[in-house]
């Protein structure tokens, strides 16, 4: 017999969940090298924007999927369900794979803001903790997630303060606009601050009461996400200009300094550190949910469909993620980690909106088809070597998946 999750989460806990996982993968890490694609303030406020448009289609057909399938799973769960068992598993693969690489990111983002000469140590340190965290139970994680927020929009506020009034380049300064595709890279770079909203669908066994709070739960972490970095981004531009912001490996350390008040510096780079440890906490649950599901449906090994007897949550998968987050983190390079998984995540989406469109006039349609294009289309904006391994990896899945399928190990 499947064991079941407990349900524990009410909106708010899920609200600040999805919080955790956008607040700091956005401010801390892509605004740099989303800077560096639009080639002027201006337009990477634009790509922001695009960024954002997306990720409210995506969220709108994720929130109406899932009230339908409250299951872990996510949008692996909706495109087996509405498209079927190929499209569920591919969702779930690039979900898989792309959030893995957003994890090591995060890791690393932690190891380069507390010691950036043992950042690869620290990154799978970090790995080793929170997934000891999650262990014990989402509850629990839920709570930590409540208190890594606070700090870390305490910080961006007392960043926007700092820069605000700054007499500094205009927002259409930079090394030169990049035009429409620019944007489009921008945007689909930004992307990657927004999946967090996730989070909340694939946690859909744990939440209470989920046709009324996985609706009203994604909405809200989404606009206020969108509001946070919307300010930071027109502060940090407003005072080091898109030049030296796309150069900046620590764009708001640099901005407070140049803004005058160099003793807060410290204070960012902490607020930095657990902003990402904050993402991290709520990557390795959605990825852990995802593994299970995928495990229960056999498209992974049978074992990491446990759910553990007294914390019920599903161990194995969770110490599994784990494992391969941190062997990641011991290698990777952050920047580089940041296109591939908005690749892997964009495709995911694509997916979610394909699977809304199913279900019929008047559910939303109009958004799943402007979810579905711009998803397609900040995907192969990406930079090349971003698409071109993104782009293989999904095709090394889909052809796992059909050897096993022709070989009869998969029964679905």
Known sequence: MTQELRRTLGVFDAVVIGLGAMVGAGIFV????????????????????????????????SARLAALYPASGGTYVYGRERLGPFWGYLAGWGF????????????????????????????VGAVVVLTAVNYGGVQKSAW????????????????VAVCVGVDGPSLGSGPGGSGVGGVLQAGGLLFFAFA??????????????????????IPVALGIALVVY???????????????LASSAAPLADAVRAAGVAEMAPVVRVGAAV????????????VSRTTLAMARDGHLPGALAAVHPRFQVPHRAELAVGVVVGVVAAVADVRGAIGFSSFG??????????????????????????????????AFALPVSSVVAGAAVLAVGAAAYGVRRRAGRWGR
């Open 30 to 61: 892509a605004l740099a090298p989303a800077a560096g694609a639009a080639g002027s303030g201006t337009l990477l406020l634009a790509g922001l924007a695009l960024a954002a448009v997306v990720a409210y289609c995506n969220a709108m057909a």
């Open 96 to 123: 898989v794979v792309g959030k893995t690489a957003s994890c090591a990111a995060m890791a690393l983002t932690v190891g380069a803001y507390v010691w950036p000469e043992q950042a690869h140590g620290v990154a």
């Open 144 to 159: 930590l997630t409540r208190a890594i927020v606070v700090v870390v929009l305490a910080v961006l506020v007392g960043v």
């Open 196 to 217: 967090g909203y996730a989070r909340i669908a694939t946690l859909g066994e744990e939440v209470r009461d989920p046709g009324r709070t996985i609706p009203r739960a």
């Open 230 to 244: 919307a300010c930071v981004a027109v502060a940090v531009l407003s005072v080091l200009g898109a030049g030296e």
């Open 275 to 286: 902003a990402a440890l904050g993402a991290l906490l709520a990557l390795i649950l959605g």
């Open 345 to 378: 995540v964009l495709a995911y989406y694509a997916i979610a909106n394909a699977s809304a469109w199913t279900l019929g006039p008047g559910r939303g349609r109009v958004l799943a088809a402007g979810g579905l294009v711009g998803c397609v289309g900040l």
